[in-house]
Each structure stands twice: as structure tokens, then as C-alpha cells.
């Protein structure tokens, strides 16, 4: 089947009842911890938690999605009643003491030992490791690398970088020393990495410089150039996983319609969903992204900009050519016009959101199959429906009253 570049049109559309609905109401948890099952290292910086720990020899891809210029973009919303006014004892919740240490950057005019002739890096990869909330961009990662050495033993460190789409290298971590020897390739290191906070979303390249112990300069460095799992690397920190800046997607509906050859492949999407928050009155926008389940191929549409409230917001999506048929994960993601950042966002947590059966215009007259032998997939009804409820706003203004009183028992004790 030849793959066609999508043409999505998104048009405003009134509340009505459409052929395949879902619907979901969900609330992130945000004192969800992790489970780590290594040795916890303190950070050379206080914004991020480094665990040390061996992983095994796989690479995670990056993709990218690209924007799908040719879509026309349309949106309209209905103002809910404002939430309750307490907007103090909100931020007394988020507002964490913090002693913030200066980034660390990476010297300009790094010198190169005369013993790097002797040291390489042979091999760097990468893991995406932890998303809480489903936006993907992770505030968990591992850099692993392999260094060898021409000379037998040598006792080796790192210096590992970020730079932030292209922006200065700021260093999160210097290593233990470790040995290395020769070529073998079982000495190779690891790196797990939470990012708590200063680390907003978005794409993050990586940098690693390798210094022998005791000489003051490195004997080799790698980055995106030479590695290319390197390179751009979704990430965002604790606090934007938690959404820390009080904006939440709090309910999502998804209904699919028009399905002229019943293969179970939807040719409309509307979206309807929620806003709750304490930041009214910034200006953000909506993006739609739309990920293949199968290829993992994703392309997104964008809305106008429109002024932050409590309101219901409602798409209507019509794919009108070079979507292949497939089952589909949307992501709805609230991005604040001056800073570019996600604000809230709605993914696979929401069951609404997550294996959509979609297909475009012009593929909507052949019965499509997308599946394996293994895994049968029956279209007997021409609708699906999913529905979960309850009040979302309120389970957040709860979870942060148990937060408050939390802190005070432990400033107490």
C-alpha cells in the first residue's frame, strides 16, 4: 500500500450523536513514586536524581512528529463555571523550597589529553524510561556508552550534557570513576536519570566527555554527530509531568463517524474535553497528535490560539486523504503561546484517546484489514462506546488539601 503524506481538515462542530463514541474522565496521580530497584547517586546538581545501574544493549528510536501544514484548523468552546476561588491555597501546595545550585556549562575551548589517542568511545545509546503523564516526553532516561582503551586498564569518568534544542551545553552529571579494559565490551556504563526540575519540555541532545583519572582533559567526547540515539531526546521534568502549573485536562470524549465500507475504519474524528485550571487568562493553543500503532509514524494539526479557562473545548477532525487506515493514539496537548510548553495534556491515560480506528476519504472504499494472524481483529458492530465519569476538579482540589496537610505534619515533626 502506498503511504500517502495526511491532508486533515478540522472544522468546529456542534454536540451531537456521531457513530462511535468514547468517552473518559481521568486524574493523574500526582504522588505516584518510582520504583527503583538500583543504587541512587547524588546528582552534581540538585535538579535531577542519577541511579547507576547496568541496562542491556538496546537503542530507543526518536520520532518526531511532523506538522500537517495543509490542515485547516477551526475551534469553538463553551466557558464552564469558574472553580472555586482558591487560588492561595493552591500555590502554598506547588511552591516547593528549592536551593538551586547555577548550571554547570560546558567550557567553550575544551582541551584534549595527549593520551586521547588511546581512548575511545566506542558505542553510546539510549532509553526513554518513564512518562507519567503520557505526553511523551519523559522525565526519566539511561545513557549508556562503551569506552576502550588500547592500553589494557584504565580508570576512567564522564562528564554528561544537555542541551536544550540546540542551546548551550549545561552538565547534569559527572560519573564515579570506573575501570575499563581494552575492547571488552561487558566494562560499558550506564546512567539512569530523573529530572526533577529546570529541565522544561522539550527535545534534548546529549554529550558525553570521557576524562582519564587524573588528567584534567578528556580523552574522547561523542554527541548527536556521532551517535545519532543521542539526538534529540523528548524530556521534560518532575514538575511538568506533574502538570505543576495547575492546568488540567480533566475529561475526553472521542467519536468516530462515517465508515462507508464498514471495515471499522472512521473517517471523522470530534474531539470534546475539559479544562480545568488556576492559570485563567494566558493565551495557549491546542495540538492534536496522531501516533500509528503500528508504524509509529505521527503527524499532529494545531489550533488557533485562544484564551486559557475553565471551559469545554470541541474539535471536529475530517481526514480527508492520505491517512492509511490503522489504529490510532491521539494526544491533546495544551502549549502556552509565549513559552512554547506544554501546559496539560490528555494521552493513553484517557481510554478515549488511545487505538482509534481512522482512515482517510479516499480509503474509505475497500474493506481494510490492519492486524496479524495472530491477532484477529472482528468488526461485527459498527460502534464502540467507552464511558467512565466523576468530578475530576474536585478530586485535585482534595489531592492537594492532603498535600498541604502532609507538608505541615512534617514541618512539625
Known sequence: MKKLIPTILLIASPLGVLHASS????????????NNSSFKLESVVPNVSVIQQAASRSVQDVSIASK???????????????????????????????????????????QKSHNAHNFVIY????????????????????????????GGYAEVFADLYLSKNGGPWVLYKTTDTFTIYGNDSDDYYSVTTRLNYDFPTDHYDVLIDLYEYGDPDFVDTVDADIFNSLYALPLEDNEHELNSDSTLITYVSSELSEDGDRDGFYTHLSLTYDIDTYAAGRNVYAKVVLLDTLTFNSSY??????????????????FENGQIPGWYDVQIQLIDVVTNQIIANAAQDFSALSQLGIESHNYDFDFDVVGTDSDPIHRE?????????????????????????????????
Open 381 to 413: 458492530e459498527a460502534t464502540h462506546s467507552h464511558e467512565s465519569g466523576g468530578g475530576a476538579m474536585g478530586w485535585f482540589i482534595a489531592l492537594l488539601s492532603g498535600l498541604i496537610v502532609i507538608s505541615r505534619r512534617q514541618s512539625k515533626n
Open 301 to 318: 494539526v494545531e489550533t488557533e490560539n485562544f484564551v486559557l479557562g475553565n471551559q469545554t473545548e470541541y474539535i471536529d477532525i475530517y
Open 123 to 150: 558505542e553510546a545509546w539510549t532509553s526513554l524510561d518513564y512518562d507519567h503523564d503520557g505526553d511523551g516526553y519523559y522525565s526519566e532516561f539511561t545513557v549508556n556508552f562503551d569506552p576502550n582503551y588500547s
Open 23 to 34: 468517552t473518559d474522565n481521568t486524574l493523574n496521580d500526582s504522588t505516584k513514586s518510582l
Open 68 to 110: 500537517n501544514n495543509s490542515a485547516k484548523i477551526s475551534r469553538r468552546s463553551v466557558v464552564k463555571e469558574s472553580a472555586k476561588n482558591n487560588t492561595e491555597k493552591h500555590a502554598s501546595a506547588l511552591n516547593k523550597q528549592q536551593i538551586q545550585k547555577q548550571p554547570i556549562y560546558r567550557s567553550q575551548t575544551p
